[in-house]
Nanobody
Framework: EVQLVESGGGLVQAGGSLRLACAASGFTFDGYAIGWFRQAPGKERQGVACISNTDGTIYYSDSVKGRFTISSDNAKNTVYLQMNSLKPEDTAVYSC????????????????WGKGTLVTVSS
């Protein structure tokens, strides 16, 4: 069974940092794209960052470029999202997802999803 479990969310002040982790099981980590998405109350889900474990391609949304870093530890089947210089507008539920490609995840919204972890940034 494919499972993705997020951890590392919490409450942080603006300007602070958090590191999220997405632990995957039930499938071979290599060969998949893993993405981080977020959804704030009343807003649509947004793709934040994505890494392809086939060719190492990395994508960031403009809103987080330069502040967030996605990385993958294939030995641990875990993908991380390091979030620095956090802003109140980063407040959202952050979820990770696994798909066959970044296109499938980011454009087609197809893949396996975790339940998410809440990140709250206070001003």
């Amino acid at each position: 069974e494919v499972q993705l479990v997020e951890s590392g969310g919490g409450l942080v002040q603006a300007g602070g940092s958090l590191r999220l982790a997405c632990a995957a099981s039930g499938f071979t980590f290599d060969g998949y794209a893993i993405g981080w998405f977020r959804q704030a109350p009343g807003k649509e889900r947004q793709g934040v960052a994505c890494i392809s474990n086939t060719d190492g391609t990395i994508y960031y949304s403009d809103s987080v470029k330069g502040r967030f870093t996605i990385s993958s530890d294939n030995a641990k089947n875990t993908v991380y999202l390091q979030m620095n210089s956090l802003k109140p507008e980063d407040t959202a539920v952050y979820s990770c997802a696994a798909g066959y490609s970044d296109y499938e995840l980011l454009v087609q919204n197809k893949g396996h999803w975790g339940k998410g972890t809440l990140v709250t940034v206070s001003s």
